[in-house]
């Protein structure tokens, strides 16, 4: 088989970047290890940045986010208890919209099959070949039988356990790494969200996150040690930790019931230089991991999409490929913005183990400034909401 751009991994970048360049008249293959069942079952991001509901925009599979997401003009944020908002709309006119990726990947199998899009799932062994001359071709497995795909590019939008990454020689690769020592226990819950925006609460006896994925669906999370037996975590224990962090108001208001999922997740900072060494570009979680406290993960995902189409449709309109070479350093350079941003996020929310009283009086402190300074806030609402591409 033949295409232009070979796609490795059927998640949310991979899909946003078929669906573009097909619509912008360029040919793609998708392989994608998993079934699309499978792909659909994993529960992930649920905030999603006015530059990424952009980006659905130009792709045409915005209309079910506008129509069931949920915009958000501002979030809160609490210390010990009590909470206080950050009003994005009122500090610089932009929003954020809750809607999980669950449904914008969905959206995407919809709208890949409707254009008659292939994407060829539950296959092994991918491997990729001869990235660094000007022909190179991918291989996998599929029903005991090996395929090969020849292309132009290929794109590595395999999350962070692929094979794309893995293909770009040692000694090319930079990596910087930052593991912290607690995990998100996380809840879904069919009960109405304790708050209408989202609540980051830093309380002494740990991290916790109110959100929700519709009026009638509640995403909760608690800091947790990484390695807690998850049966340890029964729901009454999750709902009494859960409640103690969250302002009094909020926790007067919440209703408990029974969950229908529970996992705990490590948090980490990663991220890998170069993204594209010859003919390969790496996409996503495949080049880069952030804590989800800044909800950055997908959102980093799609602007990491947006520079590559726009490299990969001035190479094939124009012959321009100017952005093919600056795609590494284009995409890096807003990577690391919200590296920063999470990292600070995650560092000042969360109580570390052998945390002093000067720590916690420093947390105090900066959740003071951001409450009390308006240019503070500002900053924060950026951030948040997202940069511009
Ligand atoms: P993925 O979504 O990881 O997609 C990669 C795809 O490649 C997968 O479908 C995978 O099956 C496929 N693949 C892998 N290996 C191969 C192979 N060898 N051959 C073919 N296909 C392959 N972000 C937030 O902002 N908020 C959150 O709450 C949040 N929670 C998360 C929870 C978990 C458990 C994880 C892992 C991530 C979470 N994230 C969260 C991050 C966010 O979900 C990711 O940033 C986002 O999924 C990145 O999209 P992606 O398409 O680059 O990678
Ligand atoms: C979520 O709803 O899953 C979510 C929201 C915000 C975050 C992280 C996760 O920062």
């Not at 947006?306 to 990577?335: C, M, N, P, W």
């Not at 947390?363 to 909401?385: P, W």
Request: charged fraction near 25%.
């Amino acid at each position: 088989m033949r295409t232009q751009v070979c796609i490795i991994g059927g998640g949310p970048s991979g899909l946003l970047l078929s669906q573009l360049l097909d619509r912008a008249g360029i040919d793609t293959v998708v392989l994608e290890r998993r079934s699309r069942d499978y792909v659909l079952s994993r529960i992930r991001a649920g905030v999603l940045e006015s530059g990424t509901v952009g980006m659905l925009e130009k792709a045409g599979i915005a209309t079910r986010a506008h129509a069931e997401g949920l915009p958000h003009t501002g979030t809160y944020l609490a210390v010990q208890n009590t909470g206080f908002r950050i009003d994005f709309d009122a500090l610089i006119g932009k929003q954020v919209l809750v809607y999980g990726q669950t449904e914008v990947t969905r959206d995407l199998y919809d709208a890949r099959e409707k254009a008659g899009g292939i994407v060829i799932h539950d296959l092994d062994g991918v491997e990729l070949h001869d990235l660094d001359t000007d022909a190179p071709h991918v291989t996998y497995v599929k029903d005991g039988t090996t395929h090969r795909i020849d292309c132009d590019y290929v794109a590595g939008c395999d999350g962070s356990h692929g094979p794309s990454r893995q293909a770009i020689p040692k000694d090319v690769l930079t990596e910087f790494e930052r593991v912290y020592p607690f995990g998100w226990l996380g809840v879904m819950a069919d009960l109405p969200p304790v708050s209408h925006e989202l609540i980051y609460a830093n309380h002494p006896r740990g991290f916790a996150l109110a959100s929700m994925r519709s009026p009638t669906r509640s995403r909760y999370y608690i800091q947790a040690p990484v390695d807690d037996p998850l049966d340890k975590w029964t729901d009454d224990a999750f709902w009494d930790e859960f409640r103690r962090r969250l302002p009094h108001d909020s926790a007067e208001a919440l209703i408990t019931g029974p969950t229908i999922e529970k996992s705990i997740a490590p948090l980490r900072s990663y991220v890998a230089d170069p993204m594209k060494w010859g003919r390969l570009f790496l996409v996503g979680d495949a080049a880069h991991i952030v804590p989800p406290t800044g909800a950055k993960g997908l959102n980093l995902a799609v602007s990491d999409v947006h520079y590559l189409f726009e490299a990969l449709t001035s190479h094939y309109r124009d012959g321009d490929d100017h952005g093919i070479e600056t795609y590494s350093q284009t995409a890096l350079k807003r990577v690391w913005n919200a590296i920063r941003f999470s990292w600070w996020f995650t560092t000042t929310m969360h109580r570390f183990p052998g945390q002093e009283s000067f720590d916690q009086a420093i947390q105090d402190s900066e959740l003071r400034n951001l409450q009390t300074s308006v240019n503070a806030q500002t900053v924060f609402s950026e951030n948040y909401v997202g940069m511009p591409y």
